[in-house]
């Protein structure tokens, strides 16, 4: 019976590469295996260890163990010695700026001294850092388009070889993005995690804009997917979107995970967005938002000067309770229950609201909001009875079985609409 050795693949182009970068030779390499994984290559001569390592980075093949001792020696990642992680863009531009740094200071390479001298860079330290995230950009695009003219113009600006510059780059990365519904059914590859949210924005507001209330977003992650499910219940309509980092290579592009960068710029902005165009949200791990409409309420804080010096706050229920259940019924049937509630609650506000407007000329105040609603006096210089700085700042919270109160979302266009609704209570009263 032959009992073959154990097998691990390593993505070869990134081992080469990688080893290159630390400026390690085949020897250097296979003897820093050694103090890692002791049993490698036990007793076995130099030339032999050189040799068997050589093969591992033409073949990408070995055994797990050595693999590990390969990660430890190079500082690096099993995962990404196996091309399943992503190197970091600051780390990769970082490599490009080192390697055409060099190459100027060697000062052999005339193309890459030309497109420095046309720079209008106030140093060359700058002139370098420009040419560096130009050219990163640049490596990082053709390795989706592969055009050979710019493949040999990036090979006479590197110094590096085809291969080396078709090795896995990370600078804004690709994306690979579906998006699908009864009226929109498209895929795009996208550049840099910051596209992702304008395409999303774009894509919904240009398609599946929703007049109703009641629409639904839903975030989450599947292993190395982010998708999103919106719903149109006055359309009885689903958009469903799907994203994933990608990288690609001479077959095409593989999925591959995010990285930490891309979570940032990616999970907040696309959880801040949903909730300004949403008023049902459920982004990633949190639970929908809110958990009951019945539990909305509109909180009023106080202000004197500054937002920052709070002089009061006060609760803002709608009496919600009141509301008859045929009453409900029907405006769910509309998908309208959320501005049944939030219209409870702004008849509510102006009860509260009015003795403290009308102490005061209506023309004074004003009224304007983006996340919330912010209403406050503004007397002209020229009336010095008048104080300044009363301010009073609403915003539509989520009042929980505990009694926390949690920020609800309200959708942008829906805060509008309650501006102008109080803009209507400011206006001169007509006999």
């Not at 030779?25 to 295996?33: D, F, H, P, Q, R």
């Not at 260890?49 to 190079?74: D, F, M, P, V």
């Not at 200071?105 to 420095?116: E, H, I, K, P, Y």
Request: some cysteine; hydrophobic content about 35%.
């Amino acid at each position: 019976m032959t009992r073959g050795r154990p097998s691990f693949k390593l993505d070869k182009q990134r081992l080469r590469s990688l080893r290159k970068e630390k400026g390690l030779s085949l020897v250097e390499l296979s003897n820093a295996i050694s103090t890692h994984y002791p049993n490698w290559g036990r007793g076995s001569s130099e030339a032999t260890l050189t040799a068997n390592y050589q093969r591992i980075e033409r073949t990408g093949s070995t055994s797990r163990k050595t693999a590990e001792a390969i990660a430890k020696a190079l500082d690096v990642s099993l995962a990404f010695l196996e091309g399943k992680e992503i190197p970091d863009s600051a780390d990769y531009l970082k490599q490009i700026t080192k390697l055409i740094g060099e190459q100027i200071a060697n000062g052999d390479n005339q193309a890459l001294l030309s497109a420095l001298s046309n720079l209008n860079a106030s140093s060359q330290d700058e002139g370098i850092e420009w040419l560096a995230e130009d050219i990163s950009e640049r490596i990082e695009a053709v390795q989706l388009g592969r055009n050979p003219a710019e493949i040999a113009d990036l090979v006479a600006y590197t110094g590096l070889s085809e291969s080396e510059l078709l090795t896995p780059a990370n600078l804004k990365g690709h994306w690979f993005i579906t998006i699908a519904s009864r009226v929109c059914n498209r895929s795009d590859i996208l550049h840099g995690a910051g596209q992702i949210r304008w395409h999303i924005k774009e894509q919904v507001e240009e398609d599946f804009n929703e007049t109703a209330t009641d629409g639904t977003i839903r975030i989450w992650r599947d292993g190395y997917w982010y998708r999103i499910e919106i719903s149109r219940p006055s359309h009885r309509d689903l958009m469903r979107i799907d994203f994933v980092r990608c990288q690609p290579d001479a077959n095409g592009l593989r999925w591959v995970a995010q990285s930490w960068r891309d979570e940032y710029l990616i999970a907040d902005p696309l959880t801040d967005w949903a909730r300004r165009t949403y008023n049902f949200v459920s982004a990633f791990e949190a639970p929908t938002s809110p958990q009951k409409i019945e539990q909305l309420r509109l909180i009023v804080t106080e202000h004197e000067g500054s937002y920052g010096q709070a002089t009061g706050t006060e609760l803002v229920t709608g009496r919600l309770d009141e509301i008859h259940i045929r009453t409900k019924e029907d405006f769910a049937r509309e998908s309208s229950s959320h501005y049944l509630v939030v219209s409870r609650l702004l008849a509510d506000l102006r009860e509260r609201l009015e003795p403290k407007l009308a102490a005061y000329p209506r023309q004074y105040w004003r009224v304007a909001g983006d996340h919330c609603i912010d209403l406050h006096l503004e007397p002209p210089y020229s009336d010095r009875l008048i104080p300044r700085g009363i301010r009073y700042r609403i915003r539509l919270e989520e009042e929980l079985a505990s009694g926390e109160l949690v920020t609800a979302p309200w959708r942008h266009s829906d805060i509008r609409l309650a501006i102008e609704e109080i803009q209507s209570w400011l206006a001169p009263e007509t006999s």
